[in-house]
Nanobody, 121 residues
């Protein structure tokens, strides 16, 4: 069983940076992981994904060049570095994990509880 706990969200001004973290309990060394977000009144959307070894990453067009996904395997932690934040980045951010698969279309098995990011202009 894998449990995911996000942290690092909060209020920010446009142009600021935040770093989200997702700490996993359980063995996730062979898991693809990802970040998703859900804004009020909108469906959950893919943000970024990373392979089990961190060798490959994918990003939504809306965050490409501003966000960076990474993972620290010894610490069993996934990160999302968010730079040049925009008000439209306001959402609840969720991390997700899936054994032996990854990417925006993977059916993620495990989800965190989410962390709120609010960006004001």
């Amino acid at each position: 069983q894998v449990q995911l706990v996000e942290s690092g969200g909060g209020p920010a001004q446009a142009g600021d940076s935040l770093r989200l973290a997702c700490t996993a309990s359980g063995r996730t060394s062979s898991y693809g992981m990802a970040w998703f977000r859900q804004a009020p009144g909108k469906e959950r959307e893919f943000v970024a994904a990373i392979t089990w070894n961190g060798g490959s990453t994918l990003y939504a067009d809306s965050v490409k060049g501003r966000f960076t996904i990474s993972r620290d395997k010894p610490k069993n932690t996934l990160y999302l570095q968010m730079n040049t934040l925009k008000p439209e980045d306001t959402a609840v951010y969720y991390c997700a994990a899936r054994a032996k698969s990854w990417g925006p279309g993977a059916e993620y098995e495990y989800w965190g509880q989410g962390t709120q990011v609010t960006v004001s202009s």
